[in-house]
């Protein structure tokens, strides 16, 4: 059978994301572009997933023979509810306001459950997620399963979020490395940004006296009789599929600034996303015999790839390429004997090859050639201590994953959980 066709529009349903900070506007701007929407369609009902109360005030401005359907709620199973009955119920317009709250319920949900589980273990409470929690609020059967319906369900969705940063660690001149502000997001799932086909930044400005002095005369008479009202909400395209807006910014916007792109949209065509049906099941082995080749297959892959790392990166047969290897072995695996990692399981061999991958082709230069070195006499032809090498080359990756750990910190602090109410000893 061909997976491959003939390419042909198949966008037929606008996907939107807007973020930005309290009062920028984000809740207006998507219920215009969802009204805009609406009258290119000949009318329909609009849906509204309301965490924040926003739909209220825009009752009595909805346009007559549109009918405004809203259930509020921040709970992620009710979001992923809606948009099914969205799809069942012929809803053509859905606004989601806001996506923040969602992200963070989900979550919270989460972690509460976990903290109730090991409570019932007597283990002790959690005081915040850990980085393998993610895969499991991230994936199939949680964030992942409203991602597939934001691009793939035949529904307009126009999803709004508060406004996050993205972070980035960078080390100044003094060696201090500082967690710093790099790009603006919206405050939920990290890659959600990847799914809409239009996202837009929204800000509430000012428009200062120089700016309206430098307009035309006619144009600044008219800034100035507008006394008072300075304030503006602004636009900015951060991402255009269509690829006609991007960069640009609109004050005060309505749904004709964004028109371009959604005339690229196919309305009257079929919608189809991504095929979510489709998997790879069926190239591994079933559980069993089967099971521990498939086990031992990696960890054979594992050892091949670390030797040809290490081989490369510390070529030759003398003694300091030979104490080298079995340092950075030591370091990362707590062994220098290669028998015993043979019988190390494979993610534990998955684990350390990407500390000695991230050594070799991520870290420092020449902080990496002076850990290598460390111990050795300042000609460099005797080892004074043996053990050196292995705890400078231990500091480097303890300080590499302390960087990943922090910027998994950042993400959710940002969710601001609640403490637990109470500990337990550890069992």
């Known amino acids: 059978m061909s997976l491959l066709k003939k390419a042909v529009n198949q966008q037929a349903f606008a996907k939107v994301g807007i973020f930005g900070e309290s009062g920028a506007g984000k809740t207006h701007t998507a219920m215009l572009i969802a009204q805009g929407i609406l009258g290119r369609i000949k009318g329909g009902k609009m849906a509204f997933l309301d965490t924040e109360t926003g739909s209220d005030w825009w009752v009595p401005r909805m346009p007559g023979g549109v009918d405004l359907f809203v259930h509020k709620s921040k709970a992620f199973k009710d979001l992923v509810a809606v948009i099914d009955e969205c799809v069942a119920g012929g809803y053509p317009v859905l606004v989601i306001d806001s996506l923040t709250h969602v992200w963070g319920e989900l979550c919270e949900t989460y972690f509460t459950d976990i903290n109730a589980e090991r409570k019932a273990k007597g283990l002790r409470a959690r005081m915040r997620m850990e980085i393998d929690d993610w895969k499991a609020v ?74 309206i002095e430098r307009l035309p005369l006619k144009q600044r008479k008219i800034a100035q009789a507008r006394a008072g009202s300075k304030d503006k909400h602004r636009a900015y395209v951060r991402k255009d599929r269509a690829d006609l807006l991007d960069g640009q910014h609109f004050d005060d916007p309505t749904f004709e600034n964004f028109a371009p792109h959604f005339n690229t949209l196919n309305l009257s065509g079929e919608h189809f996303g991504v095929d979510t049906t489709r998997s790879s099941a069926g190239m591994f082995e079933p559980e069993g015999d089967g099971q521990y080749r498939h086990e031992q ?95 400078a080359i231990r500091q480097m990756l303890d300080e590499h994953l302390d960087d990943l750990r922090a910027e998994a910190q950042a993400e959710t602090d940002a969710l601001d959980f609640p403490a637990p109410e109470e500990k337990t000893a550890n069992a």
């Open 138 to 211: 991230k994936g199939k059967g949680a964030w992942q399963d409203f991602a597939d319906r934001f691009v793939n369900s035949p529904v307009h969705i126009i999803a709004c979020g508060r406004g996050g940063y993205e972070w980035e660690f960078q080390q100044g001149e003094d060696g201090r490395r500082d967690l710093i502000k790099t790009d603006t997001k919206m405050k939920a799932e990290g890659a959600f940004g990847y799914e809409p086909s239009l996202v837009i930044e929204m800000s509430r400005v000012t428009e200062t006296d120089l700016e």
């Open 297 to 391: 297959k990696r960890r054979d892959t594992y050892l091949d790839e670390l030797k040809e790392l290490l081989t490369k990166h510390l070529p030759g047969q003398g003694a300091f390429e030979k104490k080298a290897r079995a340092d950075v072995a030591e370091a990362v695996y707590e062994t220098r004997s290669w028998e015993a990692l043979q019988g190390y399981d494979a993610d534990t061999l998955k684990r350390g090859l990407e500390q000695a991958r991230w050594l070799f082709e991520g870290a420092d230069r020449e902080r990496r050639e002076q850990a290598l070195g460390a111990g050795y006499s300042a000609d460099g032809k005797r080892v004074e201590d043996g053990d050196a090498a292995r705890r």
